[in-house]
Structure formats: C-alpha cells, structure tokens
C-alpha cells in the first residue's frame, strides 16, 4: 500500500512525515493532530493512489528528470541550429539620402582648355546643378557555404551525438530510480 494520499483537491501528504511531526508534539497537540489525520482522508475527499499512479506522479515530479528532460530538448535545438548552417544566407543593404541644399557650380567657356581641334571646354558657361530628391543604392547579397558543407556535417553529427548522451541521461536516470518503462 503507498504512503501517499492523493485527495481532489490535489493535495499530496505523506503519512510518515505527519507522524514524525505528531511525535514530536506535546500530548494535547498530538491528541488533536492524531484526529486531524484520521479526519483529513474522510473530509477533503482522498483516494489512495495505486502503484502505477505513484510512479507517474514521482516521475512527473522528479526534478533530475525534468532536468534531464530540459537538456535533451537543448541538444535537440542544437542539432536544429547546426542544420540551419548549411543554409544560404541572404542579405539586403540599402543606403538612402538626400541633400540638405542645392550645390551649384558654374564652370565658364574654356576653363577646362582650349584644344586647337575640339575647340574651348565647355563651348559655353554651363551651372550645374543638383535637385533635392532622394538618392538611394541597394546591396543584395547571397552567401552558400559550398567549401563548409563537410564541416557542418560534422558539427550536426556531433549535436547529434548530444542528443543521444542526453537521451540515455534520462533513460539511466529512470532506471537508476526504478521508474523504468
């Protein structure tokens, strides 16, 4: 017969501990915790759990499982992260501007030379200039890691490999315990 009882309003009291506690206590108060403890099952409506359900309550509550547990999904995300590597990586850059005021420059008839075939440059007084609209580039960029590709695979195959150790962590973990399957 387990030594807990499982009552609806999920609560979970061990009977031995409430014993020591009783024993420690003076006659009057062991006297009223002793029938407070006969009382408990009939008034908050308790069920004595079966073996089964004993161990999936421990195992739903063991903490070196649930750490266990915890790093067996960490090395799986691992394995999800050195697969992404193997991925092209796409990139985008874009650069914009627009000037503050106009830039004006005046350039009169031949301040660039006089050539004897072409004749003065410019032929005549030109003004650039510059209207306040915006400039923009744009930058695309696709990366393969064709070279890593042998690499990657040995990094995948060692998160792997993770994953497996934490896989039979929490399989030794549940025997160790006795809680196997």
Same mark, same amino acid.
């Given at each position: ?6 009552? /609806? $309003?999920? @609560? $979970? =009291? ?5 014993? &020591?506690? %009783?024993?420690? %206590? ?16 009939? /008034? ?24 266990? &547990?915890?790093? *067996? ?6 394995? #999800?992260?050195? $697969? ?16 503050? #005021? ?8 031949? /301040?660039?030379?006089? #050539?004897?075939?072409?004749?003065? =440059? ?19 960029? =696709? ?6 590709? #042998? *690499?990657?695979?040995?990094? @995948? ?15 030794? =973990? ?6 196997? $399957?």
């Amino acid at each position: 017969m387990p030594n807990l009882l499982r009552c /609806s $309003r999920n @609560i $979970r =009291i061990p009977r031995f501990r409430i014993a &020591q506690r %009783l024993a420690r %206590l003076k006659p009057r108060s062991a006297i009223l915790g002793f029938t407070l403890l006969v009382s408990i099952p009939a /008034s908050v409506n308790c069920q004595v759990l079966s073996l089964e359900d004993a161990v999936t309550v421990a195992k739903a509550n063991n903490r070196t499982i649930l750490g266990a &547990q915890l790093e *067996k999904k960490k090395a799986l995300e691992q394995v #999800y992260v050195a $697969r992404t590597q193997r991925l092209p990586v796409f990139s985008l850059s874009a650069l914009g501007s627009q000037p503050l #005021y106009h830039l004006g420059l005046t350039l009169e008839k031949g /301040s660039l030379g006089v #050539y004897p075939t072409v004749g003065p =440059i410019p032929g005549k007084t030109t003004t650039l200039e510059n209207p306040l609209k915006v400039g923009g580039i744009f930058f695309t960029n =696709i990366a393969e890691p064709l070279s890593q590709h #042998y *690499k990657i695979g040995l990094g @995948i195959q060692l998160a792997r490999v993770g994953a497996a150790a934490a896989n039979e962590q929490i399989r030794s =973990i549940t025997r160790s315990r006795g809680t196997s $399957r």
